[in-house]
């Protein structure tokens, strides 16, 4: 099945508009939080995938590993990384989600439910995970065409998956 242009370009924009959306909610929560958007994503991923080094935290996340060192500084100083050496390299640092910021991501993703709960209240369940179903099956089209381009981007292994 082959979309249209038109259509493509649309799916662009409502996913632009849902990207600007989810910045404003978090410009709002940060506030709130007194955490910036980009460091209380990195922390929800940090959570999310577990413990692992800042290269793979910055390949995942598809930035350069400054911006994350930059962050990841800003959230052990919140208490909300722990970092240590790792074990089969001292050089090398992995960072992982403390205690403090497990209790922090959790009050954040209430927040965030509250607005989609609201948003979403006339929906069905199944609308909701079928949309988030097609939404992970374009994200992984998109990968894998931008990876053909030789421009890869890969979710790096980290040392253990939370269910944060």
């Not at 939080?33 to 080094?53: I, K, M």
């Not at 793979?56 to 060192?69: E, F, G, N, Q, Y």
Request: hydrophobic letters at 45%.
């Amino acid at each position: 099945m082959s979309a249209s242009d038109e259509a493509a370009l649309e799916l662009l924009r409502q996913l632009r508009l849902a990207g600007q959306l989810q910045h404003a909610w978090m410009s709002q929560a940060a506030r709130l939080f007194q955490l910036h958007p980009a460091s209380a994503l990195l922390l929800s991923d940090l959570a999310l995938h577990g413990e692992c080094r800042l290269s793979d935290l910055a390949k995942r996340k598809m930035v350069d590993i400054s911006v994350v060192s930059r962050q990841v500084g800003q959230l052990t100083a919140a208490g909300l990384v722990d970092r240590r050496p790792a074990p089969e390299d001292g050089r090398a640092t992995l960072v992982r989600v403390s205690e403090h910021g497990h209790a922090e991501l959790k009050r954040m993703r209430e927040s965030y439910l509250d607005l989609f709960r609201a948003a979403l209240s006339d929906w069905a369940e199944a609308d909701v995970t079928a949309l988030a179903r097609t939404i992970s099956s374009m994200n992984d089209a998109l990968r894998d065409q931008l990876d053909a381009g030789g421009q890869a981007i890969t979710t790096p292994p980290c040392a253990a998956r939370s269910g944060a």
